[in-house]
């Protein structure tokens, strides 16, 4: 963070390393977050979003084994008592062909405890950027990924898991790259995250490929029936959330809640300029418009923004 900012404000980008694919979550008091580090699963922790990135660290999964390289994209999340950090890596070197998706499992309830591999959760496929959703309901686990195919580039699939590291047989492709806006550079629909508001059920993806500055924030909207049905899968025909003259290639976003659970913030990474080596991390609160969509507005850098609200300043 900017230590000159004032006291209770952050100002983005958060960090000036790379940060990409960044995945927080707030849980009994701690901000977590996760985000692409190439060798190994890093878990940052701390109870000020303020120190986020420089508080507690610890590394829960190093390269060398199940995984080599090429290790992208965690998520976390909690499932019938136990945590499960999902991602994806190469089996073979840095050779992209094998990357694969995994998952690791906790040994207790602790997010911050210890980590052991636990299966690929397909071991057959090239696919990347897992992300779960548990229906309220039903406590059906489903998941979204990027599968990586010849006939559609990286596209969105979506399945429910027989477990919670296992994906099971049945499985719809719900999104590949279509519109003029999703075709600037390569075939890419990628990086999907489960998004609720009441009796809405979105997934926002990041479409173009992550380097270009087009790289942006797509919409698919859920409109009943069996979530595992491509038809129950509705795109919106325009992004929701890109570009601006101050942060661009926006994209591979998750979503948190304030401690006080009465905000939403988007968190993603950026980049200060079309030919900056590095995807940063940025952080932004948004809404929901009258009719339950999400309002993501511009890219904020350079400007003041309080800290999620409810926290202990």
Known sequence: MNNENKPGYFRNPITQKSAADPFITYVDGYYYCLYTMVDK??????????????????????????????????????????????????????????????????????????????AFTDPGIYAIDQSIYCQPETGALYIAYASVTPQH??????AEMENPWTIGAERALISVAEYPWELRRGRVNEGPFFLANGDKLFILYSANDTAAPDYCVGLLE???????????????????????????????????????????????????????????????????????????GAPIADTDIAFPSGENL
């Open 41 to 118: 699963l890093g878990i940052y922790r701390s109870a000020s979003f303020g120190t986020l990135l420089s508080g507690e660290y610890k590394t829960v999964y190093t390269a060398g084994n199940e995984v080599q390289s090429c290790i992208w994209a965690p998520e976390m999340y909690h499932i019938n008592g136990k945590w499960y950090i999902y991602s994806s890596g190469s089996t073979k070197g840095t050779d992209f062909d094998s990357i694969r998706m995994f998952c690791l499992e906790s040994e207790g309830d602790d997010p911050f405890g210890t980590y052991n591999f636990k």
């Open 153 to 158: 580039g990286n596209a969105v699939v979506i």
């Open 222 to 296: 859920y409109t009943g029936g069996c979530i595992t049905d491509s038809v129950a899968w509705k795109k919106h025909s325009s992004p929701v959330f890109r570009s601006n003259d101050k942060v661009c290639s926006v994209g591979h976003c998750s979503v948190f809640r304030s401690p006080d659970k009465s905000e939403h913030w988007l968190a993603y990474h950026g980049r200060i300029s079309p030919d900056s080596p590095h995807r940063q991390l940025y952080c932004q609160k948004f809404d929901f418009n009258e009719k339950g969509y999400p309002v993501f």
